[in-house]
């Protein structure tokens, strides 16, 4: 897969969204009454200019300012509340794929396992296929109830690693591919929000001595305009300015 292909999808999606998003905006919200708060607006901060030597006109003026922004930010607030819930999900949903790089052949990598009593610690151990072998002992933390493994791939593909503890046997997947690939960085007990957010697998069971097991994949920056970016800055960057192209085309009020 070329090197840029992460960069394209980040901003074709980010110009889809962006248009997504003024249309939304267009039929959830009051357009004459967004143009008339904004029309107020101007003319405010123009008597500011114009009588900026007149003190009570200037205090009068920016007394109207901040009256008319509240109004504005009312009339827009509607069709934010519509477009934020499926952005924040779509944001989600995207980060499997584009905020993590997936491991390489031969790379190195730790698995972290966490467990609920620190008595299971010294007994946790690590279950490999064929394909992955360990390259350094295990590593016990025993204030953070942690123990890592340092493990590398031979080669490509979608892994199921088991850690035992407590007669209990647990998995996570691991992803190893050159190309773009859904990567789940951590496997946790259900806690949904948390779960939400940072993990893209089940949850493990209440009853699971194992609280969480972590890989730790890079993090992915994308290279643009002599820049490095996290994906999600470049994403909304590009969907505003793709918005602003498209609300002056369609000459759509904002």
Do not use: C
């Not at 267009?26 to 357009?31: G, M």
């Not at 109207?64 to 009312?74: K, V």
């Amino acid at each position: 897969m070329p090197s840029n292909t992460p960069l394209l999808l980040v901003l074709a999606i980010s110009i889809v969204i962006g248009f997504l998003m003024v249309i939304v905006f267009r039929y959830t919200s009051d357009q004459k009454a967004i143009g008339r708060a904004k029309d107020r607006l101007k003319a405010h901060l123009l008597a500011v200019r114009l009588f900026q030597d007149q003190l009570p006109v200037v205090m009068r003026a920016y007394g109207r300012i901040l009256h008319g922004t509240g109004s504005y930010l009312r009339l827009a607030f509607t069709p934010l509340l519509i477009a934020i819930l499926p952005i924040t999900f779509l944001i989600v949903q995207l980060d499997r794929y584009f905020g993590w790089l997936p491991l390489q052949p031969a790379q190195a990598f730790l698995v972290e396992a966490r467990v609920e009593d620190p008595a299971a610690l010294n007994e946790a151990s690590l279950q490999l296929p064929p394909e992955l072998s360990s390259s350094a002992p295990a590593v016990h933390v025993p204030k953070d109830k942690e123990v890592v493994w340092r493990v590398v791939a031979e080669r490509a593909g979608h892994y199921d690693i088991q850690i035992a503890a407590s007669g209990q046997t647990v998995s996570k997947q691991v992803v190893v591919t050159p190309g773009l690939a859904r990567v789940s960085p951590v496997r946790l007990k259900d806690h949904f929000w948390e779960r939400l957010f940072t993990s893209g697998e089940p949850a493990l069971a209440d009853n699971s001595p194992v609280q969480s097991i972590a890989i730790n994949y890079p993090p992915r920056e994308i290279s643009f305009a002599w820049m490095e970016w996290n994906w999600i800055v470049l994403f909304f960057v590009a969907s505003l300015v793709a918005g602003f192209i498209f609300k002056s085309v369609l000459g759509i009020q904002v």
